[in-house]
């Protein structure tokens, strides 16, 4: 018989150890051949103290439990007898304490193992604090994208939620009308309330009639005015309502 040739490996535990010994003979966890396990187990445990390397205690306390559950296995089994109720007929097995101890190390050591495969990959991205991009952006399209931290989206969002709050409050019946509305002069009428009230004003101020062309072209009319830079709409918090006030030196021909 070759003799058992252990390469010393830096094993975390008994536990590891012995699924190492599992692994390496391809043997069956749940079939432990307990006799050629402990046999190599005895001899590593046997190679560390030669090597005088330290040697944890629960080692020691592995190789008593392995050779316990040996002792155990070379014992005669009982045998039944007759018309005896107490007596079961299956003896429990010396090896399933350790079996069990094993399948749930197995299972925490391949999750650890997943973790730090995902550690590994994630030190394999680099990335950068955010920086100022704007001074790389024009004035024009700062103020196409976003006036006094209230973006585009702000304002799709605000007249969204005007219109669904107007579907529920107007009537069902529609008449259908023939005027005309241009954007320049829905600008106009803006520049006029903002003059006259002479300060900011809600969004929702400037969309008081309910027919959909006209909210339309009002809701145009308030972005062409903030692409000028006539006007600047504020909101002083997320969700909260969007003001509009007239920019300073803004004038509207």
């Given at each position: 018989m070759n003799p058992y040739s252990v390469k010393v490996e830096s094993f975390e535990g008994p536990l590891?150890?012995?699924l190492h010994l599992i692994n390496q003979e391809e043997v069956d966890i749940y079939d432990i051949p307990v006799a050629r396990i402990t046999e190599q187990y005895l001899h590593y445990v046997h190679t560390m103290?030669?090597?005088?390397?330290?040697?944890?205690?629960?080692?020691?306390?592995?190789?008593?439990?392995?050779?316990?559950?040996?002792?155990?296995?070379?014992?005669?089994?009982?045998?039944?007898?007759?018309?005896?109720?107490?007596?079961?007929?299956?003896?429990e097995d010396p090896r399933?304490?350790?079996?069990?101890?094993?399948?749930e190390y197995r299972k925490y050591k391949e999750a650890?193992?997943?973790?730090?495969?995902?550690?590994?990959?994630?030190?394999?991205?680099?990335?950068?604090?955010?920086?100022?991009?704007?001074?790389?952006?024009?004035?024009?399209?700062?103020?196409?994208l976003a006036i006094q931290g209230v973006s585009l989206f702000d304002m799709l969002s605000a007249y969204q939620k005007l219109m669904n709050r107007k579907a529920f409050t107007s009537k069902?019946?529609?008449?259908?009308?023939?005027?005309?509305?241009?954007i320049e002069e829905k600008m106009n009428e803006v520049m006029e309330r903002l003059l006259i009230?002479?300060?900011?004003?809600?969004f929702e101020a400037f969309f008081e009639s309910g027919e959909k062309s006209q909210l339309v072209v009002t809701f145009l009319a308030v972005l062409e005015l903030m692409k000028t830079n006539v006007i600047r709409c504020e909101q002083s918090s997320h969700f909260s309502d969007i003001m509009i006030y007239q920019s300073d030196g803004g004038v509207q021909a």
């Open positions: 590891d150890l012995l103290q030669i090597l005088e390397l330290d040697l944890a205690s629960e080692y020691l306390v592995m190789a008593a439990t392995l050779l316990a559950i040996k002792s155990k296995m070379l014992l005669p089994k009982e045998t039944p007898e007759l018309f005896d109720d107490e007596w079961s007929m299956e003896e399933d304490e350790l079996m069990y101890q094993l399948i650890s193992l997943e973790l730090q495969k995902k550690e590994q990959d994630r030190s394999l991205i680099h990335t950068k604090p955010p920086e100022d991009l704007d001074p790389y952006i024009s004035d024009e399209e700062k103020r196409n069902k019946t529609r008449t259908i009308k023939s005027q005309e509305y241009s009230t002479d300060g900011p004003q809600p």
